[in-house]
């Protein structure tokens, strides 16, 4: 069964030009593995080295035992679905379909047929006849989609296919990729800056940062445990809160906030915590607060509000997430920290702290 390896894989293209630096990594069969990260992190590279499109300065690119690195692109057997569509105009839907399948020249029957089950599939049996300048953007992503579904191959390969599309259709499509990979039972590598496309639709996805992964797990660790202060402030929205505090006497201390220090952080002068929006809440009558600030800004969502309250001194801020129902007196506010949620990390590394 078909497994993607990639071996300490690194690209250089100057002596200060590094995108890719010694990656290794296992895609099994099934298996929907994400890179995400912010522009320049080397997602885009990578993916062009397992394609071929680019060759590694070093490292192998491995499908089951079959060492990859050095063969062309085109007989690599894997399907890449581009950010920009990349359709012929002047030919139909059915004829961008099978454009691969003709000059490998499978025989007409298998091409119809094939042509057939992935159209139905996608929704498309209706628009085979027509050309991609009478189709919509979600339209033309899924003809792109079945021209990598058509071929069978043994890695799908999928760079920012959703980026051109508004709110809804990208909503809509990355539900029917769900559900089509979840059917194909074949090693998916998906490039994206979208953590919403990360989260819902990996079994694994791999943060990356100046060519290096800074974490490679399922998309609840990632989100539950994230492996450095960079993962835990790129994934989630809103942004986790980020608090510098000063520790003295195994109290960590910030303008008013004063918090117990859990055992195990070691004896630092200084520690950061991390605590999500959604683990902070309106402190109810008859309990104390961690916190007592003034609410600087209110941003209603609907579904919940984002208060934004200062407190201290300085201009210390910190975000928590309510309900919308939920009302409060005058200015000032009383928050408190879930415990259990709280997260920390090294002041000088970023690296995630493991209390006892």
Request: proline letters at 7%; aromatic letters at 6%.
């Amino acid at each position: 069964m078909p497994l993607l390896t990639l071996e300490n894989l690194r690209k250089q293209f100057a002596p200060d030009v590094i995108p890719v630096k010694d990656i290794s990594l296992t895609v099994a069969d099934g298996e929907f593995l994400t890179l995400l990260g912010p522009s320049g992190c080397g997602k885009s590279t990578l993916l062009r080295l397992i394609a071929g499109l680019d060759q590694p300065t070093q490292g192998q690119v491995k499908v089951g035992e079959t060492d990859l690195t050095t063969t062309p692109p085109g007989d690599r057997n894997m399907a890449m679905v581009f950010q920009s569509y990349a359709l012929y105009p002047h030919m139909t839907v059915a004829e961008n379909i099978s454009a691969a399948l003709k000059i490998r020249k499978i025989p007409s029957m298998e091409i119809r047929q094939r042509i057939g089950e992935v159209a139905d599939k996608l929704g498309l049996t209706h628009l085979l006849d027509r050309k991609p300048g009478k189709l919509s953007g979600g339209q033309r992503q899924r003809v792109a989609l079945a021209r990598a579904l058509v071929r069978n191959p043994d890695v799908f390969l999928l760079d920012e296919p959703l980026s051109n599309l508004d709110a809804l259709l990208r909503e809509q499509v990355r539900e029917e990729l769900k559900h089509i990979f979840n059917a194909q039972k074949k090693p998916v590598v998906y490039v994206t800056h979208d953590q919403t496309e990360a989260m819902t639709l990996s079994s694994k996805v791999a943060v990356l940062l100046d060519g290096r992964i800074q974490q490679l797990d399922p998309p609840s660790r990632i989100y539950t445990h994230p492996a450095n202060r960079f993962v835990a402030g790129f994934v989630g929205s809103p942004q986790m809160n980020f608090l510098a505090l000063q520790s003295q006497g195994g109290v960590g201390t910030l303008g008013t906030l004063k918090l117990p220090l859990p055992n195990g952080l070691g004896d630092r002068p200084t520690v950061d915590l991390g605590v999500r929006p959604e683990d902070i809440y309106l402190t109810p009558t008859g309990e104390e607060p961690t916190l007592k600030g003034k609410v600087t800004l209110v941003e209603n969502f609907g579904r919940e509000q984002l208060v934004t309250v200062q407190f201290g001194e300085g201009s210390s801020k910190i975000r928590a997430v309510i309900p919308p129902e939920q009302e409060w007196s005058g200015d000032h506010v009383g928050l408190s920290l879930k415990a259990a949620k709280m997260h920390w990390f090294d002041s000088k590394t970023g690296d995630r702290l493991s209390p006892t």
